[in-house]
């Protein structure tokens, strides 16, 4: 038995941003199912930082971790982001979700600028204007490219400069109380410690029962991303990250190769798995590109899906477990778990191991409640 201050149970960004700080704190390890970090929805993800998604609490932690993106890169690392426009169009009969769009954006992000018509075609020229197209815009010059390799690759070093540790092929598979400890049983060992973190993504939930906790009512949703070359010739590195306002639509970026990624924004409820795309989804996103688009689709080159799991008022959750001493909830994390980790991260520390309440989020309006499991039990 391995005794510990903090196990944290999975290594996607929730679990390895709150390792690389909590491990400051006492000797801490990360338990992680699979054989590498990231392998489900932190690795799946589409890696875009902006404000075209979640409510005022997921903007404003997305404001505060937006300096961490800006940030130089550390030594000789690759940066955790770069800067990459964001573009969110509209057809005639949405121009109300536009401007709520607008307002909040530019609370956030003060270059914004509203583009009408035709200029849409002058930012990405294979966009449908006119009667039977988009009628308008919002540009943000300052939205975040991230990359995720790199955001867990950062975490995993701080973790190890803290004295922490990350095991990977550590499925938790029992988890009981021993004393004021949790113990925590994996095939190779187990651990023990008073504070465990559950920051097992789409799993929460299950790994809260294992230990006899109160669920959430966590939902994971499936979400679809498909790679397509773009039309020959045109080269779309310049392009912005554009997405619809509406649910119903579809986003697209480019990609590093030089080809599109593309996704219907799907939500599809799913139990925890391993997810996979399906043909219907598939084929949905690329009717929705070719309809949106003077883009014709004629391979899909790649394609895949991931979960993002959201709790019942689609905000993430921090805090200890209003039913289990020790018992620390880190979950919640939707479509903007990466976008929102650095702030996350934060308040995860300080919830956690009682520091002070970082000044940031103080500064944001955004308190220990707004973030406590205590919101779904009462
Ligand atoms: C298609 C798609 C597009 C997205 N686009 C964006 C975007 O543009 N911007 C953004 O910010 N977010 C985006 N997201 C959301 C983002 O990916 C998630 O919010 C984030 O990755 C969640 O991180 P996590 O650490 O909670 O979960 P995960 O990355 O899933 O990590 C949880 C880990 O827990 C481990 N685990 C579970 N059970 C156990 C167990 N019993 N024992 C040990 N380990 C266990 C799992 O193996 C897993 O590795 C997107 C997601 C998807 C699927």
């Known amino acids: 038995m391995r005794k510990l201050d903090t196990i944290i149970i999975g290594a996607g960004i929730a679990g390895l941003s709150a390792a690389a700080r909590i491990a400051r704190h006492g000797e801490t390890v990360v338990l992680e199912r699979e054989s590498a970090p990231g392998y489900h929805s932190s690795g799946r993800s589409a890696t875009f930082c902006h404000f075209g998604i979640g409510g005022g609490l997921v903007h404003k932690l997305t404001a505060i971790s937006k300096t961490a993106f800006a940030a130089p890169p550390e030594g000789d690392h690759p940066p955790l982001a770069r800067r990459m426009a964001a573009l969110f169009i509209a057809r005639a009969d949405?121009?109300?979700?536009?401007?709520?769009?607008?307002?909040?954006?530019?609370?956030?992000?003060?270059?914004?600028?509203?583009?009408?018509?035709?200029?849409?075609?002058?930012?990405?020229?294979?966009?449908?204007?006119?009667?039977?197209?988009?009628?308008?815009?919002?540009?943000?010059?300052?939205?975040?490219?991230?990359?995720?390799?790199?955001?867990?690759?950062?975490?995993?070093?701080?973790?190890?400069?803290?004295?922490?540790?990350?095991?990977?092929?550590?499925?938790?598979?029992?988890?009981?109380?021993?004393?004021?400890?949790?113990?925590?049983?994996?095939?190779?060992?187990?651990?023990?410690?008073?504070?465990?973190?559950?920051?097992?993504?789409?799993?929460?939930?299950?790994?809260?029962?294992?230990?006899?906790?109160?669920?959430?009512?966590?939902?994971?949703?499936?979400?679809?991303?498909?790679?397509?070359?773009?039309?020959?010739?045109?080269?779309?590195?310049?392009?912005?990250?554009?997405?619809?306002?509406?649910?119903?639509?579809?986003?697209?970026?480019?990609?590093?190769?030089?080809?599109?990624?593309?996704?219907?924004?799907?939500?599809?409820?799913?139990?925890?798995?391993?997810?996979?795309?399906?043909?219907?989804?598939?084929?949905?996103?690329?009717?929705?590109?070719?309809?949106?688009?003077?883009?014709?689709?004629?391979?899909?080159?790649?394609?895949?899906?991931?979960?993002?799991?959201?709790?019942?008022?689609?905000n993430p959750v921090a805090g200890y477990a209003p039913d289990a001493p020790g018992f620390f909830w880190l979950a919640g994390q939707g479509g903007f778990g990466l976008q929102t980790s650095p702030a996350m991260a934060m308040a995860a520390e300080a919830l956690a191991t009682g520091l002070h309440w970082p000044e940031e989020l103080a500064a944001h309006g955004i308190s220990p409640e707004t973030l406590s499991a205590k919101r779904f039990t009462a």
């Open 94 to 314: 949405e121009m109300e979700k536009l401007d709520t769009l607008e307002a909040t954006t530019l609370a956030h992000s003060p270059g914004a600028r509203r583009i009408e018509g035709e200029a849409l075609r002058d930012i990405v020229p294979v966009l449908r204007t006119g009667a039977d197209g988009f009628g308008a815009g919002i540009l943000d010059p300052d939205a975040y490219k991230l990359d995720s390799d790199a955001m867990l690759q950062a975490n995993i070093r701080a973790l190890r400069e803290a004295g922490g540790s990350l095991v990977t092929d550590a499925p938790v598979n029992a988890i009981r109380r021993g004393g004021e400890d949790w113990i925590v049983d994996t095939p190779g060992e187990s651990y023990a410690a008073k504070r465990i973190v559950n920051a097992a993504g789409s799993w929460a939930d299950v790994i809260a029962e294992m230990a006899g906790v109160a669920p959430l009512g966590l939902q994971p949703l499936r979400r679809t991303i498909i790679v397509i070359r773009p039309p020959e010739g045109i080269d779309v590195s310049g392009w912005p990250f554009t997405k619809t306002v509406s649910e119903e639509g579809f986003y697209m970026l480019p990609e590093g190769s030089g080809r599109l990624l593309a996704s219907p924004q799907d939500e599809t409820p799913s139990e925890p798995c391993d997810a996979q795309p399906d043909e219907e989804t598939v084929a949905l996103a690329a009717w929705r590109v070719e309809q949106a688009t003077d883009i014709e689709i004629r391979r899909i080159e790649h394609k895949w899906s991931g979960l993002r799991t959201f709790a019942p008022d689609k």
